[in-house]
Nanobody
Framework: QVQLVESGGGLVPAGGSLRLSCTAPGNILGINAMGWYRQAPEKQRELVAT?????????NYADSVKGRFAISRDNAKNTAYLQMNSLRPEDTAVYYC?????????WGQGTQVTVSS
């Protein structure tokens, strides 16, 4: 079992910013990518952003967050960050960290992000 430690959620007004972080255990090898997904009430979980740990740190974003969110990683710390700017009420959701190792995916416990209008 891989435990991912998430932090950084909270309540912000529309237009505000938050930064989420997700740290994987230091003894984990073979990480392909880390990322963030979110799930709003009564909606399916959806991709927000991913970043590869190898291959130059290529990134992928949902269209709804492009230009507002930025994902980055610190390989030495096994940590991924999600900088969220210009937040909107529709960004309100539980945000889950994802860790991909080969064909396996591991999930964090989730952190609530609430954006007030």
């Amino acid at each position: 079992q891989v435990q991912l430690v998430e932090s950084g959620g909270g309540l912000v007004p529309a237009g505000g910013s938050l930064r989420l972080s997700c740290t994987a255990p230091g003894n984990i090898l073979g990480i392909n990518a880390m990322g963030w997904y979110r799930q709003a009430p009564e909606k399916q979980r959806e991709l927000v952003a991913t970043i590869t740990i190898t291959r130059g740190g290529s990134t992928n974003y949902a269209d709804s967050v492009k230009g507002r969110f930025a994902i980055s990683r610190d390989n030495a710390k096994n940590t991924a960050y999600l900088q969220m700017n210009s937040l909107r009420p529709e960004d309100t959701a539980v945000y889950y960290c994802n860790l991909n190792i080969g064909v396996r995916n591991y999930w964090g416990q989730g952190t609530q992000v609430t954006v007030s209008s």
